[in-house]
């Protein structure tokens, strides 16, 4: 569900370029803009037009195409309005005339009688509805707040977390200077898409391509490293979780565990990197991400050496070898 209320007022006023614009204009009606959508799906209402009432999903937006728009012209030429009068007795959101189809003066009549409003979009209705199921994806998908940076390494989107002053924004500053891409820094707004994909951008757009470097204050990298240095969202597709070197803890030294973190339903793999003097964090970010793109190809390399070995000891050539040491020397 939307953070908030989303109104018909909203979807008009949203701003939206090239392949993702809705092109709607409001014809009549416009004293129900602020009428509430709270179903993020779409309806064609054929069927009501004919009569058939049972089963009808007001609470969708209406979309009328060349179908029903044409079963209107019929129904008006006969005197036959009962069911578009019925049609507005139910509190529809809003109806949408896709192809920039004229509207029936009658359909607009009732419509402002009932306070419905009805918007018009040049558009064809498939691309109209593909495009509003998109757009409605992302106002209604389930979205929290999490502490950490978030960056694109070799197409990656990786989110850096652990504790403050653990070196999150310095790993990242240092990713950037490498070439790669912030997309938030500090506080990441992430949300669920199709209910399998977390996406992630920062939850302040004006702040969200600043760090805070501890002794440096708060820079701006899209000034210093240029547009190419940041990006507005990403998929999480890894979690690297830096903490401070514990001596008393067993850290994974085959890769062959795979650990996960659930954020938002979504279970996303999950890296432990221990941080001391000496390490070069960075760098290994960078190859668990190269390690993470392999994966997503079909190629573990932890299994993969780990295969090898059991089939080296099953073939005895562990066995030859111990056997012929101490002749080697």
Not at 176 to 200: K, P, T
Not at 233 to 239: N, P, S
Not at 256 to 270: R, Y
Request: aromatic share 8%; charged share 25%.
């Amino acid at each position: 569900m939307a953070d908030k209320d989303f109104t018909v007022l909203d979807l008009l006023d949203l701003n939206l370029k090239g392949h993702n614009s809705l092109n709607l204009r409001c014809i009549n009606g416009r004293g129900g803009l602020d009428r509430k959508i709270t179903i993020p799906d779409i309806n064609r209402p054929g069927l009501v037009l004919s009569g058939f009432f049972e089963s009808f999903a007001y609470q969708r937006v209406q979309v009328f195409g060349r179908g029903e728009v044409a079963y209107l012209h019929k129904l008006i030429s006969e005197n036959n309005t009962d069911t578009i009068n019925q049609l507005f007795t139910y509190t529809i959101p809003c109806c949408i005339f896709t192809h920039g189809l004229e509207i029936p003066e009658l359909f607009s009549s009732f419509a402002e009688q009932a306070g419905c409003p009805v918007l018009s979009t040049d558009l064809e209705s498939t691309e109209f509805s593909s495009r509003l199921l998109r757009v409605f994806s992302n106002i209604f998908a389930p979205k929290k707040t999490m502490h950490g940076v978030l960056v694109e390494v070799f197409g990656v989107g990786i989110i850096l977390i652990g504790d403050s002053g653990v070196g999150k924004s310095e790993t990242a500053l240092e990713l950037i200077e490498r070439g790669h891409r912030l997309v938030a820094d500090d506080i990441v707004e992430i949300r669920c898409v199709n209910g399998n994909s977390v996406l992630g951008k920062g939850a302040n757009k004006i702040i969200s391509h600043h760090m805070e470097i501890r002794g440096l204050g708060i820079i701006n990298i899209e000034q210093l490293y240029g547009v190419g240095a940041i990006r507005e969202q990403k998929e999480v597709q890894l979690i690297v979780k830096l903490e401070e070197w514990d001596t008393n803890k067993i850290y994974d030294r085959l890769g062959t565990k795979e650990n996960t973190m659930e954020l938002l339903g979504v279970k996303i793999p999950l890296l432990e990197i221990p941080v001391k003097p000496g390490r070069n964090v960075p760098i290994i970010v960078e190859t668990a991400a190269m390690n993470e793109r392999l994966k997503s190809m079909g190629y573990n390399s932890a299994r993969d050496f780990n295969q090898n070995v059991l089939n080296w000891i099953e073939n005895g050539q562990a066995q030859s070898v111990y056997d012929g040491s101490d002749d080697s020397y």
